[in-house]
T-cell receptor
Framework: NAGVTQTPKFQVLKTGQSMTLQCAQDMNHEYMSWYRQDPGMGLRLIHYSVGAGITDQGEVPNGYNVSRSTTEDFPLRLLSAAPSQTSVYFC???????????FGPGTRLTVT | QQQVKQSPQSLIVQKGGISIINCAYENTAFDYFPWYQQFPGKGPALLIAIRPDVSEKKEGRFTISFNKSAKQFSLHIMDSQPGDSATYFCAATSNTGKLIFGQGTTLQVKP
């Protein structure tokens, strides 16, 4: 199993551009989440999904959209990037609610 | 509002020493308290976790101590090794489905 995969690994955007961060898992996990990691802030939950077609907001959802059309994929969309969205983004999945989560390798995003 | 507070922010320990990281939480509905370990350039990985019905859990050199009345829990790393140098995050969650992380502690174990 590849586990949780994320693409791209690095991305630079200009303010106002849009992009989609991809996340996929091959463990048939029901639960998937997106976090952002900033220095001194720990990891903060952006959005999460408890199954295909079901999503909900986390702590910091503003500026991000998600959808879950399949069990395997959970893309994160930035519609109009802002410098405040410069961060490292992690996708995670779990088969027991949000208890034991498996994290992907991360995407480092810089917005100029 | 930071629901899980973690300290210290950074920690330097000599090889063979004990590393101690502390966390405090506010929400009494939390019922699962995991610790994650993260190496540079990698995603966090689950290290050890505890539920509030026990006061201590040990896995190898790693031990979680839990004080429900004080709403505090801590990670102890015995016989710390240079390979333990990483960032450690405590976290807490309940059946609402949101995992809340502490701010993280960067541990450096000197040989």
């Amino acid at each position: 199993n590849a586990g949780v995969t994320q693409t791209p690994k690095f991305q630079v955007l200009k303010t106002g551009q849009s992009m989609t961060l991809q996340c996929a898992q091959d463990m048939n996990h029901e639960y998937m989440s997106w976090y952002r990691q900033d220095p001194g802030m720990g990891l903060r939950l952006i959005h999460y999904s408890v199954g295909a077609g079901i999503t909900d907001q986390g702590e910091v959802p503003n500026g991000y959209n998600v959808s879950r059309s399949t069990t395997e994929d959970f893309p994160l969309r930035l519609l109009s990037a802002a410098p405040s969205q410069t961060s490292v983004y992690f996708c995670a999945s779990s088969n027991q609610g949000l208890y034991e989560q498996y994290f992907g390798p991360g995407t480092r995003l810089t917005v100029t | 509002q930071q629901q899980v507070k973690q300290s210290p922010q950074s920690l330097i320990v000599q090889k063979g020493g004990i590393s101690i990281i502390n966390c405090a939480y506010e929400n009494t509905a939390f019922d699962y308290f995991p610790w994650y370990q993260q190496f540079p350039g990698k995603g966090p990985a689950l290290l050890i976790a505890i539920r509030p019905d026990v006061s201590e859990k040990k896995e190898g050199r790693f031990t979680i101590s839990f004080n429900k009345s004080a709403k505090q829990f801590s990670l102890h790393i015995m016989d710390s090794q240079p390979g333990d140098s990483a960032t450690y995050f405590c976290a807490a969650t309940s059946n609402t489905g949101k995992l809340i992380f502490g701010q993280g502690t960067t541990l450096q174990v000197k040989p």
